[in-house]
Nanobody
Framework: QVQLVESGGGLVQAGGSLRLSCVVH????????IGWYRQRPGNEREPVAT???????NFDNSVKGRFTVSRDNAKNTVYLQMNSLKPEDTAVYYC?????????????????WGQGTQVTVSP
């Protein structure tokens, strides 16, 4: 019913910038919040930018002041702007969509992951 497709990853030198895109396809009305996560080599997936119940975006301390999130509702797209990139930002970046599906017994939690996009930052 819903798919998330990321793009925009690549290879960049330290100090450079990249903008990742996450496009929501399908029944977009089911998704209420989009967050960004990453999985660094040898590590578990971790949150980068998540949206709380009040609609505020919370950034991990490691990216505060360098990463921002924006959205274009007309394009069903959420962006992760990454500036002043560091080698330790190297990871596969995923967008995560959360929402609910109406059901007779009550709304069912919905969570969808994108396929991921590789970001590599060279020293």
């Amino acid at each position: 019913q819903v798919q998330l497709v990321e793009s925009g990853g690549g290879l960049v030198q330290a100090g450079g910038s990249l903008r990742l895109s996450c496009v929501v396809h399908g029944n977009t009305s089911l998704i209420k919040a989009i967050g960004w996560y990453r999985q660094r080599p040898g590590n578990e997936r971790e949150p980068v930018a998540t949206t709380d119940a009040g609609g505020r975006t919370n950034f991990d301390n490691s990216v505060k002041g360098r990463f921002t999130v924006s959205r274009d509702n007309a394009k069903n797209t959420v962006y992760l702007q990454m500036n002043s990139l560091k080698p330790e930002d190297t990871a596969v970046y995923y967008c995560n969509g959360q929402g609910s599906i109406p059901a007779r017994s009550g709304p069912m939690f919905l969570e969808v992951w994108g396929q991921g996009t590789q970001v590599t930052v060279s020293p």
